[in-house]
């Protein structure tokens, strides 16, 4: 099974990648079949320290996983952070971190620390596909600032000779609602999409999934979240831009045939969900997957989606 290509019972191709978290998950991510690295979260580096990870340091853990991989791409996201967690030796949760200064916010507000990251990640790319994923993006400013700044980091590598590859894509995390409404706009600018379900979720139902009290309403198939993935892979598929799911949907076996009907030909998930994905990919048929989705899209009741989902992998 992990030598077999994913692909649908008409020869459908379908990508399925791996979500790491430290370099040691690469043997994982490769034993397990992996087509590649969907999201690389960058976080370990700054955690449980009081200052920032060095350029170098930073280097040699993006490198040894770029090399690890052979060739293979590996989407690298840039620092996914916030306020609560302490870093830096400093320790502000803000009043709401979930709605605080975190992921590109907080990289755009220490702007030091993000070149230095994105200095890291342009030196790996010389040793292989490397693909860097901006995460909770909301507006297109953010993206002209990212984009100064990678300009700025190219250009400091060129004046001391450093080498890296002449174009590394550069992509978008779509976890915030303001992002997938204006994916439009999106697509004309980023070289390729990621959705982040797990924060869309919460951030479409208003929904802190860790609080007790609420997380029984926290659902991937409630019908708002469903039209904002669909509109995302839709809007991204038409524009001939990639697109994928790195949320925790793309390791539901359950969800596999509903999201393969929504145009999805891209999924990234922990690499322990992949063979059970991927067989549930080469037991479906495209026509009779999109013709699921669009039952389940117009469905009012999650709980009848979640039945008639589950009838059909019985």
Do not use: W
């Amino acid at each position: 099974l992990k030598d077999t290509p994913a692909s649908t019972l008409e020869g459908v191709a379908v990508e399925l990648d791996a979500n790491i978290e430290l370099p040691q998950d690469v043997e994982e991510a490769l034993d397990a079949g992996a087509a590649g690295i969907g999201l690389f979260r960058s976080e370990f580096l700054f955690l449980n320290r009081d200052d920032f990870p060095s350029e170098e340091e930073q280097f040699e853990a993006y490198r040894s996983v770029v090399e690890a991989m052979r060739g293979r791409p590996v989407t690298i996201r840039t620092l996914d952070i916030g306020a609560d967690k302490a870093l830096n030796g400093q320790h502000d949760p803000g009043p709401n971190p979930a709605l605080g200064l975190r992921a590109i916010r907080y990289c755009l507000a220490e702007p030091q620390m993000f070149l230095s990251q994105l200095r890291a990640i342009l030196r790996a790319s010389h040793y292989g596909s490397v693909r860097l994923l901006l995460p909770m993006i909301a507006n297109l400013q953010e993206l002209e600032q990212v984009a100064q700044l990678l300009a700025q980091a190219r250009q400091s590598l060129d004046e001391q000779g450093i080498p890296y590859a002449p174009r590394v894509p550069v992509g978008g995390m779509i976890e915030v609602p303001a992002a997938a409404l204006m994916v439009g706009q999106f697509v004309k600018r980023l070289d390729f999409l990621s959705i982040g379900t797990n924060d869309l979720i919460q951030y479409t139902l208003a929904i802190d999934r860790t609080d007790d009290k609420v997380a029984h309403l926290y659902d991937p198939l409630h019908p708002a979240v469903l039209q904002l993935i669909a509109h995302t892979i839709r809007t991204a598929n038409r524009a001939g831009v990639p697109v994928s799911v790195c949320g925790e949907m793309a390791g539901e076996v359950r969800l596999a045939r509903l999201l393969l009907g929504l145009g999805l030909r891209q999924f990234s998930m922990h690499p322990a969900q992949l063979p059970a994905v991927k067989q549930q990919i080469l037991r479906s048929s495209v026509p009779a997957a999109e013709a699921l989705a669009q039952r389940i899209l117009k469905s009012e009741d999650p709980q009848k989606s979640l039945q008639l989902l589950d009838r059909l992998n019985a």
